[in-house]
């Protein structure tokens, strides 16, 4: 997962208080992209209410978060809720120190951007990256 962009009904962490602006943004965005037709808890822009997760089809998960991004405690909550759920999968997480939401699209070769490449092919391939 690459700098996930979850949310939910219920406000969490800072989104109670000075991040409440932002989270009512993405409440926005997610009510016109999904031309309400679904809501906040819909799983797939709030994964934490999939009642399937535990049964989640993979056996490894890297989600990479930028320390900036004020998307990061959704994240950091849907690590919480992998773990919890009795998933039987190895979850991974790469942290860009210093960054925001999708930095990556803007410095292409920026020293983070670099190494958050690397770190997903490392992913991707693990017998590349011992070589």
């Known amino acids: 997962m690459l700098h996930p962009y979850f949310q939910g009904t219920e406000p ?5 208080g000075k991040d409440c602006d932002f989270k009512a943004g993405t409440d926005l965005t997610w009510k016109l ?8 808890d819909d799983p797939m822009f709030n994964p934490a209410k999939d009642s399937r997760i535990s049964k989640f089809g993979c056996s490894r998960i890297l989600m990479c978060v930028a320390e900036k991004d004020k998307c990061l405690f959704r994240a950091l909550n849907y690590k ?6 009795g998933w039987n999968g190895r979850f991974e997480m790469f942290e860009s120190k210093g960054e925001r939401h999708v ?9 983070n951007a670099c190494a958050l490449r690397k770190r997903i092919g490392a992913f991707i391939n693990p017998i590349l990256s011992k070589a």
């Not at 969490?12 to 109670?16: A, D, H, N, S």
């Not at 919480?80 to 759920?85: A, T």
């Not at 930095?103 to 020293?111: D, I, M, P, Q, R």
């Open 12 to 16: 969490i962490g800072p989104e109670l």
């Open 33 to 40: 992209a999904s031309k309400g037709r679904v809501g906040l």
């Open 80 to 85: 919480k809720v992998m773990e919890k759920s």
């Open 103 to 111: 930095f990556f699209l803007f410095n292409t070769s920026s020293e």
